[in-house]
């Protein structure tokens, strides 16, 4: 068991009762954790620069979005946070109440000549959130769960709208794409008890039940991309 500073104890126990009641509708609906959904490749991709690059994507609870992209080869940097909203409001305790604009996001660092944006884009479609779920991810309800893209450039935003027409027209999914394309937004780092949850709580029910599969989808559906180790916050290159 580690440790706590006291602030860390109570964030952990606000996070702790957000997530054990979630897991009490989760059980109480019959929902079994997300399935991943196996889709092509973008056809409009970026292309390469040689310089290392940021993308922030929004889908359900950043603890699972950002240990789905520690796992992903070319990834040197992913940080749960907030996106959306003003830095004034950029709390966890604040953001919860779903009137900040703020949607739960994770900025990924990484280097395009190992992972394109592209891919980074078929991993958060696949296996990291459900694209179809509007305002919410599996248990956890409100707008700060919103399925969302934050470009940080046009080439971004014009990959990824064409990626969402692409996939849509494909008709892959049970239901439309609901992911918002909200353009540049600063984004804010949550508080540290947040960064590399999952990782740091494995048995923790919350990530068991929704998080965890996720990384397993990722093992079998992007092999060429999957890493064991993933790039810790702490320990990773920024």
Known sequence: MRLLSQSMFAGLAA????????????????????????????????????????????????????GVFQHVAGVTRAVSGYAGGDAA???????????TGHAEA????????KVSYGQL????????????????????????????????????????AAYIDQLDNAKLFDGGIVTSLEGAQPFYPAEAYHQDFLTLNPTYTYIVYNDLPKIENLKRLFPELYVKKPVLVGQAKS
């Open 15 to 66: 996070a702790g009762l957000m997530a054990a009641l979630g897991l009490v509708l989760f059980q109480q609906s019959g929902m079994a954790a997300e399935k991943a959904v196996v889709l092509p490749a973008p056809l409009v991709d970026e292309k390469p620069t040689g310089k290392t690059e940021k993308a922030v994507f929004a889908g359900g609870c950043f603890w699972g979005v950002q």
């Open 106 to 113: 994770v900025e990924v660092t990484f280097d395009p000549s």
């Open 89 to 99: 409001t950029a709390q966890y305790h604040v953001v919860g109440t779903g009137r």
């Open 121 to 160: 884009l078929q991993v958060f479609f696949s296996v990291a959130h459900n694209p179809t779920q509007l305002n919410y991810q599996g248990p956890d309800h409100g707008t700060q769960y919103r399925s969302a893209i934050f470009p940080t450039d046009s080439e971004q935003e014009n990959v990824a």
